[in-house]
């Protein structure tokens, strides 16, 4: 069965940092490219950043650039998004997400990880 297991969301200030991780299991995580997405409170699915599966390869959203790091450590199956500079507006649900290259899509996703940016 395929999981995937975000943690490290939490409450912090403007200005501040935190890093989410996504641990996947069930699969095999090197054939895979990994993505973050966040849903902002009533707001739709904003697509944040992908890794290729060498993790030589990433891209980010325009609102994002700059400030968050996708990195990955194959050995152990994880992911991770570090965030710098973090406003109120990156307040979201952030979920890691599978990117499946033969349908171009992301087709297994976590449960998600509450990131709340207030002072």
């Known amino acids: 069965e395929v999981q995937l297991v975000e943690s490290g969301g939490g409450l912090v200030q403007p200005g501040g940092s935190l890093r989410l991780s996504c641990v996947g299991s069930?699969?095999?995580?090197?054939?895979?490219?990994m993505s973050w997405v966040r849903q902002a409170p009533g707001k739709g699915l904003e697509w944040v950043s992908i890794i290729d599966s060498g993790a030589v390869k990433t891209s980010y959203s325009d609102s994002v650039k700059g400030r968050f790091t996708i990195s990955r450590d194959n050995a152990k199956n994880t992911v991770y998004l570090s965030m710098n500079s973090l406003k109120a507006e990156d307040t979201a649900v952030y979920y890691c997400?599978?990117?499946?290259?033969?349908?171009?899509?992301?087709?297994?996703w976590g449960q998600g990880t509450q990131v709340t940016v207030a002072s």
């Open positions: 997400a599978r990117y499946d290259t033969n349908w171009a899509c992301l087709d297994f």
């Open positions: 069930g699969f095999t995580f090197t054939d895979y490219a």
